[in-house]
């Protein structure tokens, strides 16, 4: 299965690609995020999604320091090859501010609005000041 799927799914220079988590049975985007071959592997074999963090030039396996884990559903490849989606199972939220998606500001009527209240202090979710 991967050998056909590394045969589309097209890297940047850098050896990554971006990957968009969705939560799979609600459709809500909950963020953005790096992947590289070794990431995909490790995703696809465990089932808990495993990013490429760009900041630490290693494996960023979501949920490890603050318990907000990802379960893979569904592994999708774009058009181009160059954009994957990830259907998820977030367990708590995705996004380091606390917030359940890293998408919680809005263009509006010339303002810029949060859509989405904290949840969770983002240092009870770290135990300081780390982001992911």
Not at 2 to 12: E, M, Q, R
Not at 61 to 81: A, M, N, P, T, Y
């Amino acid at each position: 299965m991967s050998d056909a799927l590394f045969a589309v799914v097209k890297f940047d220079d850098a050896g990554l690609v971006p990957a968009i988590a969705q939560q799979h049975d609600t459709g809500e985007i909950l963020m953005m995020a790096w992947m590289n071959r070794a990431s995909i592997e490790e995703t696809l074999k465990t089932g808990r999604v495993c990013y490429w963090s760009r900041s630490r030039q290693s494996l960023w396996r979501k949920g490890e320091s603050s318990g907000q884990v990802q379960s893979l559903k569904e592994l999708i490849v774009d058009c181009d090859g160059d954009t994957l989606l990830l259907k998820v199972d977030q367990i708590g939220v995705a996004c380091h501010t606390g917030r359940r998606t890293c998408f919680y500001r809005a263009a509006r009527d010339g303002a810029l609005v949060q859509t989405h209240a904290v949840e969770i202090d983002p240092k009870a979710l770290y135990g300081c000041g780390h982001s992911h």
